[in-house]
């Protein structure tokens, strides 16, 4: 998928307000501490940290789109955001050197092929009893990304599975839970999905 062509159209109604309800679940489910730093990962134009800035001191958004990126920066611009910090980076090839407390990421595992080395560069991140903090889509049949060409990721994952990967990969107090569900318009047709919480611990 190429996220640059979506990027300067990605903020509609839905997603803002989709993300709304998603940063309150974040909030809900992990700590919030002004001393603690803080890495989104997969941040897009930043929707969710957006809702979060004020819970953290510090937030280092990560995305390998150059597009997202740059929407996003120019949102930090206009709103004088000053503790958010935008980085474009490909995760798996470009090393990142600082250590966080808490990582979330929203809508973006499904879009990775590699699940196992993601959630293994995730607890390299953390720092000792930081925080894993994942919402993304419950398994589905693949009709919530028909129409997104060259779309290769996962249609979603299984709880369970995604759960035993964790606790294989040494993380603790793993627990997970569908929060939200709602219909996708494909092509003149509803699509129902659901979004799931998933937070660990180092």
């Not at 998928?1 to 309800?21: C, G, S």
């Not at 611009?77 to 990582?103: L, S």
């Amino acid at each position: 998928m190429n996220f640059d062509k979506y990027a300067k159209e990605w903020d509609d109604e839905e997603r803002i307000n989709r993300a709304k309800i998603i940063s309150e679940k974040i909030e809900k489910t992990i700590p919030m501490n002004k001393d603690y730093s803080v890495m989104e990962f997969g941040c897009g134009t930043g929707l969710i940290s957006f809702n979060l800035q004020d819970k953290f001191g510090k937030i280092t958004l990560v995305d390998s789109s150059e597009g997202m990126i740059e929407v996003l920066n120019s949102k930090m611009d206009k709103y004088k955001v000053n503790n958010m910090t935008a980085k474009k980076i490909d995760i798996f090839n470009e090393p990142i050197e600082e250590k966080f407390d808490v990582i979330y990421s929203s809508m973006a595992l499904h879009h990775v092929k590699d699940t196992k080395g993601i959630v293994e560069i995730f607890y390299k991140l953390l720092n000792d009893n930081g925080y894993l903090c994942i919402v993304d889509l419950d398994k589905e049949d693949g009709s919530f990304h028909k129409r997104e060409e060259n779309f290769n990721g996962h249609n979603g994952f299984d709880q369970k599975n995604l759960k035993e990967l964790l606790i294989a990969s040494k993380f603790k107090d793993v627990y997970s839970e569908t929060f939200f569900k709602d219909t996708k318009n494909i092509w003149g047709k509803d699509i129902d999905y659901s979004l799931f919480i998933v937070s660990a611990k180092k």
